[in-house]
């Protein structure tokens, strides 16, 4: 009985293991593309490197494919406006040299109605 338990526990284990979904990765002129993704299949970070380092836009998304997060990278430095979505508020975050410059909150609330 102990054995069918043993072999029931790493069945069960190797099956939740195996829906990770490796990323995936393309040469595009000279830098890397590369994608990840979340384990329902949807794509949960994409982005390129240069030379090893984070480098052009990256965005992220949420498990069900809305935007998380957009932003710049220049030889892996955050540079200019970044954007954080959250359910209902938008935040604009500003870097310069790596570090948090500014903060802008955006929610429905503000938003101007003519």
Same mark, same amino acid.
């Given at each position: 009985m102990k054995k069918v338990m043993i072999v029931? %526990? $790493?069945l069960v284990s190797g099956f939740s293991f195996a829906q990770e979904?490796?990323?995936k990765f @393309? /040469? %595009? =002129?000279?830098? /890397?593309?590369? *994608?990840? #993704?979340? =384990?329902?299949g949807v794509i949960k970070q994409q982005g390129m490197? $240069? =030379?090893?380092k984070l480098h052009g836009k990256w965005v992220a998304y949420n498990e069900d494919g809305t935007k998380?997060? $957009?932003?710049e990278y220049s030889n892996g430095t955050k /540079?200019?406006? &970044? #954007? #954080? &979505?959250? @359910?209902? *508020? $938008?935040?604009e975050v500003d870097f310069n040299d790596n570090r948090i410059a500014e903060v802008k909150r955006w929610s429905q609330e503000t938003l101007v109605k003519n």
């Open positions: 029931a %526990v $790493l979904i490796a990323p @393309e /040469v %595009v =002129d000279q830098m /890397v593309k590369a *994608t990840y #993704f979340h =384990d329902n490197y $240069l =030379d090893g998380q997060s $957009l932003g /540079v200019g406006k &970044w #954007f #954080f &979505w959250s @359910e209902n *508020t $938008l935040n």
